[in-house]
């Protein structure tokens, strides 16, 4: 008999309504009061009788209940399924994820930075080496993504032309689907460089602000020491009519509402809130360079609650919500056989945070892939199934145990490895569900306006 899932959440929404979300399938839904009642009855009655003895409404409500995963048959293991597609995901080959630094070096100098003073620029014979990497792997590959990473990779605007292109031309004569993306500072991402990206399938920017202009300038200084803040803006006005563009705003405890309300109050002065994603990222002690501001950075606990009160204010400044419970089967590329950083010596890592470091690296791009190196399995063999709280927990779909970088190399424990779902799920999925009503009302009523 059917049974519900172990991954529902319920909450009450207004006097008629509960808003229901089930954090496997990832499907939110509004239900009136005699829904709920009608789901609680169903659940209470397949206990001891048989689907066929509901009645027709209760039998088209549970209809509506398994298509959202919210039920599942009673001799199916829900665990036991997500570890089965987690394992498609570990070892899938047909994916094939590449982080390239084209560069190290970098045009800012930001008092957190964990790349310091590193000038490496990718060589010819690096360059090579990627192209035979992926022409050694195309035929099989039903899809190719690129993220283009530094330093500043604008900085070697040259080498992501010339492996876009060959990338381009691979994915035509072996019929794989090429995307990429681009986490840059956004200073030099001028109207030009926009339009030669987007010839080129980069999709979507993420650049960084740390607050409004008077903290940025301080926090993201140019190396020369000049401000930053206006040029980015400028080029983010652009950039967001021809790509996704997404703020990353790194949050530590200098921040208040009030400063990232200045923040939105500029970004919205430059029509910036309906056209680009605002992220907010915990600030957190990683490196060595980073752990000279540890004191500041907020624990997982603490950060959650604060991102809620910043996730209002966006909701309030009519911003674009983009930061939902999507289900995962990894957490990140490093649970994935076929996901590399390549640094501009050509030597790979399994994670974004040890670019450039030769301490952790698992070979280099010319040579065979060595799957057995320690640098590759200690963050692949993290696997929450095999984590008691983390098979427990209501949220694994949607955090899948968190970092591995942080659970294993860093060491950080329990709580604080949790995504901040575990923590604010109920006031984000408010905040996400009214901002989703809002963007349908306003559709309605253009569409209103425009018959
Ligand atoms: S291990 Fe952590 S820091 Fe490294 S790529 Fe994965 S999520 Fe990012
Ligand atoms: S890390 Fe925490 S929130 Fe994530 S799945 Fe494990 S117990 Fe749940």
Redesign the pocket.
């Known amino acids: 008999m059917p049974t519900p899932s172990r991954y529902n959440h319920f909450q009450r929404w207004s006097e008629d309504h509960f808003l229901a979300f089930n954090a496997r399938s990832g499907a939110v839904a509004l239900m009136t009061n005699d829904n709920y009642e009608s789901y609680l009855r169903i659940v209470e009655h397949l206990k001891s009788a048989d689907e066929s003895t509901l009645s027709d409404d209760d039998k088209q409500l549970l209809m509506q209940l398994n298509h959202g995963k919210f039920m599942h048959p009673d001799d199916y293991d829900e665990l036991r399924s997500m570890q089965f597609q987690s394992r498609l995901a570990r070892y899938d080959t047909t994916d094939l994820g590449l982080v390239i630094a084209p560069t190290l070096a970098c045009n800012m100098a930001c008092e957190y930075c964990y790349e310091p003073n590193k000038q490496d620029r990718m060589t010819a014979a690096v360059v090579d080496g990627i192209i035979k990497f992926v022409e050694l792997r195309a035929a099989q590959l039903k899809s190719l993504n690129v993220a283009w990473y530094g330093g500043e990779p604008l900085l070697a605007m040259d080498i992501i032309e010339d492996l876009s292109e060959t990338f381009l031309d691979l994915s035509k004569e072996y019929h794989f689907k090429y995307d990429a993306s681009m986490i840059s500072n956004g200073y030099l991402l001028t109207k030009d460089k926009v339009d030669r990206l987007t010839g080129l399938n980069v999709r979507s920017v993420q650049v960084t602000l740390d607050g409004p202009a008077r903290t940025h300038d301080v926090k993201r200084p140019l190396k020369n020491g000049r401000g930053s803040f206006e040029t980015i803006l400028d080029n983010l006005v652009y950039a967001s009519t021809r790509m996704g563009a997404g703020v990353r705003v790194n949050v530590d405890q200098s921040y208040t509402t009030a400063l990232i309300a200045e923040l939105l109050k500029e970004l919205k002065a430059r029509d910036l809130h309906r056209r680009v994603g605002i992220y907010f990222g915990q600030l957190e002690p990683?490196t060595t360079v980073c752990a000279n501001i540890a004191e500041s950075c907020y624990g997982a606990i603490s950060f959650a609650g604060i991102e809620t009160e910043y996730y209002k204010l966006l909701l309030e400044g009519g911003f674009r919500i983009e930061k939902l419970p999507a289900p995962m089967a990894v957490?990140?590329?490093?649970?994935q056989i076929n996901g590399y950083v390549v640094d501009p010596k050509g030597n790979l890592t399994?994670?974004?945070?040890?670019v450039g470091d030769d301490k952790r690296t698992i070979g280099n791009i010319a040579d065979p892939i060595d799957y057995e190196h320690r640098n590759f399995t200690h963050?692949f063999d993290v696997d929450p199934y095999e984590i008691n709280e983390c098979r427990e927990c209501s949220v694994l779909p949607i955090c899948m145990g968190g970092?591995?970088?942080?659970r294993i190399v860093q060491g950080v424990k329990k709580d604080e490895l949790c995504q901040s779902w575990k923590f604010n799920l109920e006031p984000m999925l408010e905040t996400i569900a009214t901002s989703c009503m809002q963007a349908r009302q306003q559709a309605a009523t253009r569409k209103e306006m425009q018959s």
């Open positions: 990683s957490f990140c590329m490093a649970q399994r994670c974004w945070n040890h963050l970092c591995p970088d942080r």
